[in-house]
């Protein structure tokens, strides 16, 4: 229940970056985390892609590999909170159900959807380096689709394989394809706020 209007309490908040593979999640939540840190805040950035070899050591993208990482990743999340400090969470989870878990889980949740279309997203992810997620993502699931070949380590890909389950009711849904970075983060920065505000948390 939101809080009344003028009184700010400090509590522990989470906020999950939210979207297609490629749609500039990683990239708005650390500018989130610098604006938050320049406010004088102190929140922790919890990426997926820094973490899930820490939950399962030779990660395959299953389905059911997935439930067990984001049950573990939300976990983490709410661990965080507890020790303090608020989080930022930034994976594609795209079932809504492991957002819905977070959502349970904590009192003040707010999912960020950047939304874009699949094809700016295959465009996007094009550029990403080889690293802790493999690169060509979209472009090696296409040809799978086409051709059968087979990738090494390439699980279901999100928009491809798998479809992305959209939230309705997501606290900040913003539309990216005709934004620069800057621009989104600016929307972004003032949905969160406006939810700050309204449920009275500093």
Not at 3 to 23: D, E, Q, R, Y
Not at 94 to 101: D, V, Y
Not at 119 to 145: D, P, T
Request: glycine content about 8%; overall charge negative; hydrophobic content about 40%.
């Amino acid at each position: 229940m939101p809080i009344s209007k003028g009184i700010c309490v400090n509590k522990n908040w989470a906020v999950w970056f939210t979207g297609l593979p490629g749609c500039g999640k990683s990239t708005i939540a650390d500018g989130l985390l610098k604006l938050l840190q320049g406010e004088g805040l102190n929140p922790m950035l919890l990426r997926l892609d820094d973490r899930r070899k820490l939950y399962v050591s030779d990660p395959q993208y299953t389905h059911e590999e997935r439930i067990k990482v984001y049950n573990l990743f939300v976990q983490d999340a709410i661990s965080i909170m507890n020790s303090g400090r608020c989080v930022i969470l930034d994976a594609t989870g795209h079932e809504l159900c492991f957002r819905k878990e977070a959502r349970e889980g904590i009192e003040f949740f707010a999912e960020v959807h950047l939304c874009c279309p699949v094809n700016m997203a295959i465009k996007r992810e094009a550029g990403r380096q080889q690293g802790l997620v493999m690169a060509g993502l979209y472009e090696k699931a296409l040809e799978r689709q086409k051709t059968g070949k087979c990738f090494k380590e390439l699980g279901e890909v999100i928009g491809i394989d798998v479809k992305f389950e959209t939230d309705p009711d997501a606290e900040c849904i913003i539309e990216t394809e005709d934004k620069n970075p800057a621009e989104v983060l600016e929307a972004v920065d003032m949905c969160l706020k406006k939810w700050r505000n309204l449920n009275g948390i500093c």
